[in-house]
């Protein structure tokens, strides 16, 4: 009797903290629609719960998160949980006719999905659309409990999410664009966290302030939730340690200036150690290409207890538009934590190597008379993606034959000057189709994506579903096979979920096809998007049920 106490008192002391660990964390998102009203002018909203930005969605590593949406507009909804992993739960991860058909009017669907192994700041947003202008919000993962951050503990941390504001219905701005065939109007400000802060000619509008006390310090889990441009972020006076970016912790650095593309996340700490005041936060346009943007700085306020609202803001002046140094500078500078308790497993062995081109393309199009009968267009090495009607992961896991094809080219079709512009009376039209790449579980990948040059060199910010990743390098021209890879840093490059293209540049980056499924891979500009900058990845199973994609849930709305 008593060996068996003994024995049902080590067992509970083995199994209790991990059942105390981890919990399932249930949220309901209502996507309904709500009037509002910035740039003194009001239009309605898709929103999530009534909210802009959407509720943040807390949870900790090892937590199962189970969210109910209901859809209650008259657009079809999906939402993507950008940067959580989904092992083996591709049915959770969102964008709609990849993983999933999407939510219709007056119907739900529950994500599920484990955290496993990840900690940090993502986001969630609609994957469907031009809806995540409105819909999106923070996804912070706290780390175990009793689990420290490697770095000094903040008196508060802050989440602070940058997106950009139309007047006008973003659904009605893209549609007229591609009836035109030509780009879309650009926005008509900058949100930090919903507010544009001061803007001419509107001087009803207010700003987003954050209170700080002297001397303590605070985490900024800063987010880029804008649809279609990178930004800069700073704060007059005060320097900012960057430690996160993408939920991957990094070596400490201090910057006065961040550039955070669309899809990034990035942990700033800030320490209140200047004179009390107030002091101007900015989020403005980072374009090094000639390309038209929003030009207009959001402004918010760090505002020290204890001083008078009525007293002088301290002013910063934003970089300028093509401030391409700072960029790199800052890009430069990101470098992976590789502690013993996180080190950086870079692939050194190499299964897959591939070359993707990035770029822009013009194909034909009668009814476009705005565009002379022709429209930009999107690709990767030239081939400019064809949503289905039925999502990739539901044809894949049931055999249904006819949705996709798995010729997706891993290297250019045809070899030129990249970076430079097509030869002479080489052709500016892509090809098109739904295909995919196809990898082996657990296959190796080193993939270098190009910027090209053929209608205008441009930053592309490229996010991989379903996997982190290593930056392993970067350069400006075209990729050099021969001598750029002795360059490469194998030992403490970043790890990402979106990476950053240079205008008229590369990145490498490599990865472990660790996780089966079907896995979207696209520009996170959404306009790019929209003209078909996007591929997908499909990821074979395994060897047995810990290796292989779990069956879909009940509830998977159908197309």
Aim: charge should be positive; proline fraction near 8%.
């Amino acid at each position: 009797m008593v060996s068996s106490i003994r024995f049902l008192v080590l067992f509970l002391a083995c199994i209790l903290p991990a059942l105390v660990e981890s919990r399932i964390r249930h949220y309901k998102f209502n996507v309904v629609l709500r009037n509002s009203t910035k740039l003194c002018s009001s239009k309605p909203i898709v929103t999530v719960n009534g909210q802009f930005p959407g509720p943040t969605l807390y949870a900790r590593e090892d937590d199962t998160v189970l969210v109910k949406v209901t859809n209650h507009v008259k657009y079809n909804v999906s939402i993507h949980w950008h940067g959580i992993r989904q092992l083996r739960t591709g049915w959770a991860d969102g964008p709609a006719y990849i993983t999933q058909c999407p939510i219709p009017t007056g119907q739900s669907y529950v994500y599920n999905f484990t955290i496993t192994g990840q900690r940090g700041t993502l986001l969630w947003h609609a994957h469907i659309l031009w809806l995540r202008a409105t819909v999106h919000g923070a996804l912070i993962v706290l780390p175990k409990r009793g689990v420290p951050y490697p770095f000094p503990a903040p008196h508060k941390e802050v989440p602070v999410v940058l997106a950009e504001w139309w007047k006008s219905n973003t659904e009605a701005v893209i549609n007229q664009a591609l009836k035109s065939g030509l780009a879309p109007n650009v926005s008509d400000a900058h949100t930090i966290n919903g507010h544009p802060g001061l803007v001419p000619n509107c001087s009803s509008q207010g700003g987003f302030t954050l209170p700080v006390e002297n001397g303590k310090t605070y985490l900024l889990r800063i987010i880029n939730a804008a649809l279609n441009e990178e930004l800069f972020f700073k704060i007059a006076g005060h320097n900012l340690t960057i430690v996160e970016v993408d939920a991957t912790y990094v070596k400490p650095f201090k910057t006065d200036t961040i550039v955070i593309a669309p899809g990034q996340t990035t942990n700033a700490l800030v320490t209140a150690n200047q004179n009390s005041g107030k002091y101007m936060v900015a989020a403005s346009p980072f374009m090094d290409s000639p390309i038209a943007v929003d030009n207009l700085t959001a402004t918010a306020t760090l505002h020290y207890t204890g001083t008078l609202a009525s007293t002088p803001t301290t002013l910063t002046s934003a970089p300028p538009q093509n401030a391409t140094q700072v960029a790199n500078s800052f890009i430069n500078s990101l470098k992976a934590l590789n502690s013993k308790k996180f080190p950086a497993k870079v692939p050194l062995k190499i299964d897959h190597n591939l070359l993707f081109t990035v770029g822009l393309g013009i194909n034909s199009c009668p009814s476009c008379k705005a565009a002379n009968g022709s429209r930009v267009v999107a690709s990767v090495n030239n081939v400019t993606f064809v949503m289905p009607t039925t999502a990739l992961l539901q044809a894949h896991f049931f055999n249904k034959s006819g949705v996709f094809t798995t010729d997706f080219p891993g290297n250019p079709p045809t070899a030129f000057n990249f970076s430079g512009g097509l030869p002479a009376n080489a052709s500016l039209a892509t090809t098109s189709g739904t295909k995919l790449y196809r990898l082996a579980y657990n296959s190796t990948v080193q993939l270098v994506l190009q910027d090209t040059g053929t209608v205008a060199p441009e930053n592309h910010p490229i996010h991989l579903h379903g996997f982190n990743f290593f930056s392993v390098g970067r350069g400006i021209g075209n990729y050099n096979p021969k001598t750029d890879p002795k360059k490469f840093n194998l030992v403490d490059p970043v790890e990402r979920n979106t990476a950053n293209v240079p205008t008229g540049g590369w990145v490498a980056i490599r990865f472990i096809a660790d996780n089966p499924g079907v896995w979207f891979m696209h520009c996170h500009l959404e306009v790019h998007t929209t003209w078909g900058l996007k591929m997908a990845f499909l990821v074979d199973n395994g060897k047995g049920p810990n290796q292989s994609l779990l069956p879909p849930p009940k509830d998977l709305p159908k197309c």
